[in-house]
Each structure stands twice: as C-alpha cells, then as structure tokens.
C-alpha cells in the first residue's frame, strides 16, 4: 500500500519517464532510482510498472510509459524540438495535449500505407484532412495480454472511411472509428490523469527547448 508521500514520489518518476522519453532517452530502473527520483523507493517503480502505467523489458529498460514508447512505431509526435513515438493513434494525439502545445503527428493509413500528417493544438485538430478516421479497438481474445500487444498495433489511423472499411482486420479485433476531432477528444479524457502528472512536475513554462 502505497502512503501519500510514495503517490507523490510515484507521480514524479512518472513525470521523469515521460519526459525522457520525449528527449529520445529509454531510461531503466537503477539509472531513474539514482537520478532525480531520489526520493522514490522501488514499491513506488514497482506500482508504476504493475499498474501498467510504465512497461519495461526483462532487464528493467521502459519501452513504453503511456502515452510514449522508447521504440520506433508507426506514430511519430514532433512538439517543438521534441521528436518521439506514441504507442497507437489515440496515444499520439494525447502528446500536445500533453505538453500544452502545438504539434505534428507523423504516420500511415493502417490500410494502404498513405502517410498521414495531422497538426494539432492541444485537443484541436488543426488543417487536417477532415476525411481521416482512427480505428479505436483491439484483440478481443488477448484480454489477458497487456495492452502494448493487444490493444497499441490496432489503434490506427486511416485516410478515410472507405479504407477504414476496406482493412483487413485481425480475427478477433472489437472497436469503432472515429472521425479525427472525436479521437482527439478521447485521447484527451483517457488521458486526462496522466497528461496531470506531467505537467504538476514540468509546467509549460518550464525546461522545454523550442
Ligand atoms: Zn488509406
């Protein structure tokens, strides 16, 4: 059971992981209980990676903390001179909302490949093509997997509809598609409490290179 001062310990290496990963750092657990989270105990690390708000490997590297992964995906977010991957579509239009900013999001039509740029301002899509749709869904026999396996690769964006309707989806996939303003909403209020976290820590105002 994790007291009040282990929460606010827990919200700070959270914050310090995001921003990490913004800077195209990966860092693992000995390097983060060292540095700058001084204070958090490994109960703190541990709820973080039990809760699944962080994912690490085998040798305790992050590959991801939600919204952001430390590997390449298909989901690239720019936001000032941060450049970094999102783990799925809904992730990646979280990020400006996340840093308060205006951004770019860099990917492909989950069906034929087109590339797709979406330009956002906070939770506002920005210039888009209006005809763009994600795929918000995942594996409905996986429940027992994390979400990095069976929910991430299938939060996609498509260029329209059509090719929404045209894709081949996996056996056992479940979701819906929304239209690109709706998403931006959504990936909003999932991630409200996170989007929270990073910013008690790293205000707007603060340490962001332009
Ligand atoms: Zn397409």
Same mark, same amino acid.
């Given at each position: 059971?994790l007291?009040?001062?282990d929460?606010?310990?827990g919200?700070?290496?959270?914050?310090? !992981?995001l921003?990490a990963l913004?800077q195209g750092?990966?860092p693992d657990r &000995?390097? *983060? *209980?060292r540095?700058?989270?001084?204070a %958090?105990?490994r109960r703190?690390?541990e709820d *973080?990676?039990?809760?699944?708000?962080v994912v690490v490997n085998?040798s305790?590297?992050?590959v991801?903390a939600?919204? *952001?992964s430390a590997? =390449?995906?298909?989901?690239?977010?720019? @936001?000032?001179s941060?450049?970094?991957? +999102?783990?799925?579509?809904?992730?990646?239009l %979280?990020v =400006?909302?996340?840093?308060g900013r205006?951004g770019?999001?860099?990917s492909?039509c989950?069906?034929c490949?087109? %590339? !797709?740029?979406?330009e956002?301002?906070?939770?506002?899509?920005?210039g888009t093509? #209006?005809s763009?749709?994600?795929g918000y869904?995942?594996?409905a026999d996986c429940c027992d997997?994390? +979400? !990095?396996?069976?929910r /991430?690769p299938?939060?996609?964006?498509? /260029?329209s509809?059509e090719?929404?309707?045209?894709?081949?989806?996996?056996?056992?996939? @479940?979701?819906?598609f929304?239209p690109? $303003?709706? #998403?931006?909403?959504?990936?909003?209020d999932?991630?409200r409490? !996170?989007?929270?976290?990073?910013? &008690? @820590?790293?205000s707007?105002?603060?340490?962001? $290179?332009?």
């Open positions: 059971m007291n009040h001062t929460l606010g310990n919200r700070k290496l959270q914050a310090q !992981i921003h913004l750092r990966s &000995s390097e *983060l *209980l540095n700058g989270v001084a %958090a105990t703190v690390w *973080l990676v039990h809760s699944g708000a085998e305790g590297r992050v991801a939600y919204p *952001l590997t =390449p995906t298909r989901h690239i977010v720019e @936001v000032g941060f450049k970094t991957w +999102a783990n799925c579509a809904i992730d990646a %979280a =400006p909302r996340m840093l205006s770019r999001i860099t492909e989950a069906h490949g087109t %590339a !797709i740029t979406i956002v301002a906070g939770e506002t899509v920005l093509p #209006a763009i749709v994600v869904g995942g594996l997997r994390p +979400a !990095i396996e069976a /991430c299938y939060i996609s964006f498509f /260029c509809t090719h929404a309707d045209s894709w081949v989806r996996p056996g056992s996939w @479940v979701g819906e929304l690109l $303003p709706r #998403a931006a909403a959504v990936a909003a999932r991630f409490s !996170i989007i929270d976290v990073y910013r &008690s @820590v790293f707007p105002e603060s340490s962001w $290179p332009e």
